[in-house]
């Protein structure tokens, strides 16, 4: 069974940082796609970033591009975001998401995904 279990959400003033992980269990980082989807209220589901293959190929939404930086660490099975210079429209709550293919659609829809993660509170105030 696949679990994956986010942790580093919070509240930040506007140009913060903060650091988003996944754990993974009962999935290898091998041969995947994983990353990370927001969700603001009353908004739809807008993918952030993704990390493809062994490789390691990373992909970045627009709105997050030269902020956030994606990375993994496969001896602990753990996919970081590292958010920088937060402003208040990147507050929603985080979902990491991960397939066992190393493919990525150009955009990722939450509809390519089969785990998902339970999602972790991003608040960015002003």
């Known amino acids: 069974e696949v679990q994956l279990v986010e942790s580093g959400g919070g509240l930040v003033q506007a140009g913060g940082s903060l650091r988003l992980s996944c754990a993974a269990s009962?999935?290898?980082?091998?041969?995947?796609?994983i990353g990370w989807f927001r969700q603001a209220p009353g908004k739809e589901r807008d993918w952030v970033s993704f990390i493809v293959g062994d490789r390691g190929t990373t992909y970045y939404a627009d709105s997050v591009t030269g902020r956030f930086t994606i990375s993994k660490d496969n001896a602990k099975n753990t996919v970081y975001l590292q958010m920088n210079s937060l402003k208040p429209e990147d507050t929603a709550v985080y979902y990491c998401?991960?397939?066992?293919?190393?493919?990525?659609?150009?955009?990722?829809?939450?509809?390519?995904?089969?785990?998902w993660g339970q999602g972790t509170q991003v608040t960015v105030s002003e």
């Open positions: 009962g999935f290898t980082f091998d041969d995947s796609t």
């Open positions: 998401a991960a397939r066992s293919v190393a493919t990525m659609e150009i955009p990722p829809r939450p509809r390519h995904f089969e785990n």
